[in-house]
């Protein structure tokens, strides 16, 4: 299954300029712990790096920072690693394992941004996927059991 058809695709992004606090305030408004930072290039939103919740604490709040005086460009994570729309599951659970990262941005060909998907979202659909597997052996005895009278 390619990833398009998993990840979310309603992303709460932010943009480099984006203060700290507004982004705190996104992140709180929408529920989420990330934001992927964006440019927009010829009416596309191009992904180029990460904030996380975890960025503002260690790098800001722990330092005892001024949360005015930097923006979301200034701490985001700057090697974004993203993945293809087309690529399937396994491939998107061996990059971000290989890469050590939980949430990874799913872009088009062009390099637009499509959605992102967490590991999170990924252990919630493997367990789905072996809960309806787990119930494969019961139905096969319940077969079994009515054709063997």
């Not at 604490?57 to 985001?76: P, T, Y």
Request: hydrophobic fraction near 45%; charged fraction near 30%.
């Amino acid at each position: 299954m390619p990833i398009s058809e998993f990840c979310n695709r309603e992303v709460v992004f932010a943009t480099r300029e984006m203060s700290i606090p507004e982004a705190a305030q996104l992140m709180r408004q929408y529920h989420v712990g990330d934001l992927v930072v964006v440019d927009e290039i010829t009416g596309k939103r191009v992904p180029v790096g990460i904030v996380t919740d975890r960025d503002i604490v260690i790098e800001i709040i722990a330092r005892s920072l001024d949360l005015d005086d930097f923006s979301v460009g200034d701490i985001m994570s700057p090697q974004l690693v993203s993945v293809q729309e087309k690529e399937g599951i396994f491939e998107t659970i061996r990059l971000m394992r290989t890469k050590g990262i939980r949430r990874i941005p799913v872009v088009n060909q062009a390099g637009g941004l499509e959605g992102i998907v967490s590991a999170d979202d990924i252990l919630d659909l493997l367990a789905e996927e072996m809960a309806e597997l787990a119930k494969v052996a019961p139905r096969e005895q319940q077969r079994e059991a009515k054709t063997k009278i």
